[in-house]
């Protein structure tokens, strides 16, 4: 797996810059936030003394203050219930649920109140709130430590649903999702926190804002169009890609919702060819939508279906199996044989 | 050392974290409901307000009538659905009376009375439940949430808006209702603990009104009252009679005393009963005598009041009889207005999904939009339809 | 709203059978569910005494004792997960969920547990439990009592996730749904409840089962995908259509999982043209994937990009607004449309 | 009848629904922990079965091998994680040993050893941890749910299998393991109010080890101890030292006994400490002191046994050596039969999502297939790669 190659072409340029790894980077997003604004509150298991289980939140309690950085009750819904009634009162919480498939409990709090609350009280009550849900495989974990949810989030309006896939995304993603006036669902790939990359905490370089997709290297035989932990996957395979004699692009949605329709798009009717890629279930996935919204909008360029590689519709696996699981370059290499290429090209 | 140099110094103890923690004795409800109406403590109560026992009168006379008239609207499609409180008036009316001004109200679905008491327009109260829009009011303007048809899950939020104010030294309480039935959801077990653990200024008043739509509180909880849970997150648990307007006033005063100086959340259980069925489509006949309903009609909290007071001298019949016209006069009010037709925005479906519409909703605004337009100029159309 | 229209030749036929609403057929395939297996078990929040507040536990508890069909506490993770453990014990729970969105509290129960259950243990403990969630709006229903969740459930592998539109399938895949070994979601559209048909519940039609589509209707100019709430919709829309020309097709999926992707291809593959047409959200619902799947297997039959009408993306909105939400004729007919007619045909 | 008229038939009463309910009192645990060893009632214990003694110390004895040889495997691989019960084994031995051979246990996460005390095969019990399977045995060969990940979960499965046991006519207890952190969980409230309300024969056991990952008792609860949480149910509540593995018996057996006699569910506290890290990959002295750690090693379920039994004159260093060798044979054995490379059949990823793969799933599956028929025979592909 390979985690923290360099992404995008400013970064590559800036040789001297220091490494660091997306945990460190979205740990000072947190920091930075709440020192510029004092409504900004964390919340959540373990956040506070221990800093959090993937160490996030480090430091956080010490410098603001268990006020600031609270080791909740272990209760999902009561983290996220309680954040709401914060929110309602202007604060900013920052909500950690510990991993993925520990957000359900949550579920309700979620669906019915935190994506609603502003239309059910016609924008009098807007909830600024952030999810931190760190989401995805890859990294040995046991039964319900390895769930890819973002198919719940995207189907629920009044939610944005974003992850970076970048260092420097980790951070201006996670700053523009905190100071966002909605709730953010922001899911972090867990098996991308501690690869690194060429960003310098100092002088944090500016990132797109959410609602933007990014082409993440161009290409002109197809494009791939990933998100989270399956960019480092797809610019490999882009790379390897070479020997088949295929030059394609990648593009990193970044923001699930809002779906960046024009950037997508734009890159499709160019090669004419796509394949989305994500470690999610395929089956009612992430994949469904944006293959078929790219259809909708593009038909008459494409070459081939819009194909889709994607985790099996099945539980996650146990660690040892999970590798033939997940999406991995030979088998976006495999779909990207598929695109009928005696059709056109 | 080994075992058998150690077996000398052997000095059974107790587990080193243990220790004697709080006391679980007062915070345990008394045996039976607190009353006041027909009690020694009437006296106390009337000589040391007598104003207030009047005014609780005639809110619950309000009260009453406001239930009845949201229930006529109903039989007129003037409102959707309406979950009456009948019966339950005496609750209702004191949540919204011990609150202060800065303080906040949660309330349940079912507890349109006690939202109107803070201060909303009742009309605007009663747009949820017309179907013109949700909430029909801001919730700020009189700090009061949204009516919470999820059941439970507004409690978490009263304890997360109490915290917030208490960390900005903010003097707020915050008041949740919710019912026998809602005591079930994790909602409430997490609510109450966290605000136990957060010491959060927020008073829970369970309204036990004996059932959950069909559901009679013994297949919903075998526990010796409501209010016992609280000894499980270290929090005071109070019994009272909730058809007894004075004896809720107080125990409700005295929790939100309790709550303002610091002390935490205090778990108040109201022994009331629904006299109407669940809500106006609800068929209550279906699962209760009428006999159980007429021995609590006899424990009507407008009765309690009318007795005590009239035997007390406080109330005559002139006076029934203006409190019972003031309530109408409201009534007529409410009913004149609910009479018009809301006015509905098909466009404002799309105006408060997110702080911006994104892209996808604006190209949904605009096919609606043309849609609209076509069905009212179909021959600007350019096709057959 | 038409809703009873009689679906299906065979039905059509048989004129001196007797009217029967969705709600009894259902009512009557617990009934005979129960009365076959004395393993079945019905729970949920009012199903004892009064029958539910649909009614469609109806004279259960009084005809087969409180213990085989009992009023439980007022929480839904504590039934579905109770629900769990008599499954696993060898009975076979049904478990009734009030409302949609009060399923939302026990979804770390489905997700975590019932979907997976069998899996977790290598087979050794599946769990044949039937949840049954009356879903959908267009009843007039307050905040919260409308909503339409298919797409959670239909991205979660382990659940069959299943829904009838017409009165012979509301009895016969409930009586499929109860009797298979594997969890199913079996969603009641509720603003069907009370639509009837010609239905002899002392003779129950046989239906296809569980994972078959049906076509309702064929058709030559292209083919409307649909299920549950929308299929009457759908059936108005291609009655409609003939005005303009056009011989729509219906596809009444009845089973979102399994998918029959061979009935919707063949339907497809003949049309050239497809709508998929449902009521929940659009963003990221049952539509994308279906659209998504069908261009995968059929792009080259397809003369237009796979269309959808969804309902939008937005909360569901209060009951006076709910009819501009919901698909209609007339949205179905400008989808139909735009299906690019000058391209071919 | 009017108001005037009914004030002289004023008869105030208490609402009508009300009566004396159960009494709370007896459901109450007692002030301090039930401890055994080091105080009178060992003598009885010794006395009533002493063969009873050398059991549970030589369980423990073995429990603590396991957890460090589990952990052990951790540091070579063997093992992803292991969340160590060192300094829990009386609690973890106890539950295995109270049950009855139809009885069920649902552990959670860190209850490996109350899983292999009931029989399952110790390399079979750590599947999930080594990575290779998720449960690696048949819960019904022993009757042990799976170990359940998401806390308090496996809580409600216990209620329901023990409610569908006794509608059987069955005589089956179900023992459910939960942690202190575990009952802030919805799911726990709802699980004891489903036992309590069905008088399901459940007994459910929390092991209070101080700490839920970081998070300290004090802030997870501010119950006098969680065993007062029963009262709220209705069901009686137990507390005791949880390191005591005399008393943990006793009082799991009576609660056993209570449950199988029709009596309903019971709530036990036992007070423990997890003297290891939360698992292999934590560090616990981000959250605690070593003195804490300290004084609880003097407090070890290990030693509290062998200085009772060594003073008594039941254990001596011999038998102490034969039980000490007896953990190790099964630490070899344990390891020997880690350190083979498990098998993983990657078409099994297929197998057991539903009793019937979906169409769906048999083209995943070729498709598998094909890829690592592909990596096996890159020869015979017919592309470049
Ligand atoms: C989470 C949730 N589950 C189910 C329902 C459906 N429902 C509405 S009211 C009600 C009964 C509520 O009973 P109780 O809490 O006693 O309040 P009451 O109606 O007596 O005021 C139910 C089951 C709901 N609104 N929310
Ligand atoms: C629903 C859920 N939320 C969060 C977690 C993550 N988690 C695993 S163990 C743990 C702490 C558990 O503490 P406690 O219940 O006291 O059990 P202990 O670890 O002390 O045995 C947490 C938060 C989880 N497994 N499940
Ligand atoms: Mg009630
Ligand atoms: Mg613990």
């Known amino acids: 797996m390979t985690t923290g190659t360099s992404l995008g072409t400013a970064v590559d340029s800036a040789v001297a810059v220091q490494q660091t790894a997306m945990a ?19 919340l959540g ?14 430091g956080l309690a010490a410098e603001f203050g268990d006020h600031r950085c609270t080791d909740t009750p272990l209760a999902e819904a009561g983290i996220l219930g309680t954040a709401v009634g914060m929110a309602m009162y202007g604060l900013r919480p920052v909500v950690e649920m510990q991993f993925d498939a520990f957000a359900y409990p949550a579920f309700e709090q979620l669906i019915s109140h935190v994506a609603k609350m502003r239309n059910r009280t016609r924008g009098a009550m807007p909830l600024p709130i952030t999810v931190r849900v760190p989401y995805g495989g890859g990294i040995g974990g046991v039964e319900h430590h390895s769930d890819s949810s973002e198919a719940y989030y995207m189907a629920t309006p009044g939610l944005h649903v974003v992850t970076p896939a970048t260092v420097a995304d980790a951070y201006g993603m996670l700053r523009q999702a905190i100071a966002s006036d909605d709730p953010v669902v922001f899911l972090e790939p867990k098996r991308l926190y501690w690869g690194k990359d060429a960003w310098d905490p100092q002088d944090p370089a500016p990132v797109e804002p959410i609602g933007k997709a990014v082409v993440r290297r161009t290409g002109r035989s197809a494009t791939l169009i990933t998100y989270g932990p399956s960019l480092p996957v797809c610019l490999e395979a882009a790379e390897a890609a070479r020997a088949e004699g295929w030059d394609l692009g990648v593009v990193d949605l970044r923001s699930l919702v809002p779906f960046d329709d024009e950037t997508v798009c734009a890159e499709v009717r160019r090669t004419g060819r796509a394949v989305v890629v994500h470690e999610s279930g395929g089956f009612g996935g992430p994949g469904g939508e944006i293959a078929a919204r790219i259809t909708e909008r593009c038909f008459h360029h494409l070459e081939a279906p819009v194909l889709r590689v994607a985790g099996f519709d099945i539980p996650y696996p146990p660690p040892m199996a999970e590798r033939h699981h997940l999406p991995g370059v030979d088998r976006i290499l495999d779909a990207v044989g598929r695109l009928q290429w005696e059709a056109g090209d | 050392m080994t075992v058998m140099e150690q077996r000398d110094t052997y000095r059974p103890a107790p587990p080193p974290a243990w220790q004697p923690r709080t006391d679980p004795a007062p915070l345990l409800p008394d045996a039976e409901p607190y009353r006041v109406l027909g009690t020694p403590a009437a006296d106390e109560a009337a000589a040391a307000d007598p104003g207030l026992l009047r005014r609780l009168y005639a809110e619950v006379v309000r009260g009453r009538r406001y239930n009845a008239q949201a229930t006529a609207l109903t039989k007129q499609g003037r409102l959707a659905v309406y979950p009456s409180s009948t019966g339950q008036e005496a609750c209702e009316v004191a949540a919204a009376m011990v609150l202060a001004d800065q303080d906040w109200l949660f309330p349940s679905y079912r507890d349109t009375l006690a939202v109107v008491g803070r201060g909303v327009d009742p009309v605007e109260a009663l747009t949820l439940l017309r179907g013109d829009r949700h909430t029909g009011y801001d919730p700020y303007a009189h700090r009061v949430a949204p009516l919470s048809t999820p059941l439970a899950t507004q409690l978490p939020h009263a304890v997360g808006l109490a915290h917030a104010a208490r960390l900005k030294g903010d003097d707020v309480v915050a008041l949740a209702m919710i019912g026998d039935g809602g005591t079930s959801e994790g909602d409430f077990h997490e609510a109450l603990n966290f605000a136990a653990v957060w010491r959060a200024p927020v008073v829970f008043l369970v309204q036990n009104n004996g059932f ?20 499980g997150y270290g929090i005071p648990g109070r019994l009272v009679d909730g058809n007894d307007a004075v004896a809720v006033h107080q125990v409700l005063s005295e929790a939100v005393r309790h709550a303002r100086e610091g002390n935490g959340p205090v778990l108040v259980e109201a022994i009331t009963y629904r006299l109407d069925a669940h809500t106006n489509a609800d068929d209550a006949t279906r699962y209760r005598e009428s006999s159980e309903v007429d021995a609590w009609r006899d424990h009507d909290p407008v009765l309690l009041l009318e007795r005590e007071l009239t035997a007390r001298g406080v109330l005559d019949e002139d006076a029934i009889g203006a409190v019972r016209e003031d309530a109408e006069a409201m009534a007529a009010d409410l009913r004149a207005r609910m009479n018009q037709d809301p006015e509905i925005d098909p466009m404002e479906l799309f105006a408060h999904v997110y702080a911006e519409p994104t892209p996808q909703l604006l190209e949904q605004q605009a096919m609606l939009r043309a849609e609209l337009e076509a069905e009212a100029h179909p021959q600007q159309e350019g096709t057959a339809r």
Chains 1, 3 share one sequence.
Do not use: C, W
Not at chain 1, 24 to 42: G, K
Not at chain 1, 50 to 58: C, K, N, Q, S
């Open chain 1, 45 to 58: 298991e373990d956040v506070g003394t221990l800093g959090g289980v993937f160490r996030i939140t480090d």
């Open chain 1, 24 to 42: 460190q980077a979205l740990n000072r997003a947190l920091r930075d936030s709440m020192a510029e604004d004092p409504s900004v509150h964390v």
């Open chain 2, 212 to 231: 959950a739509i069909s559901v009679p509180l013994a297949k919903q909880s075998a526990a010796p009252s409501l209010a016992h849970k609280a000894v």
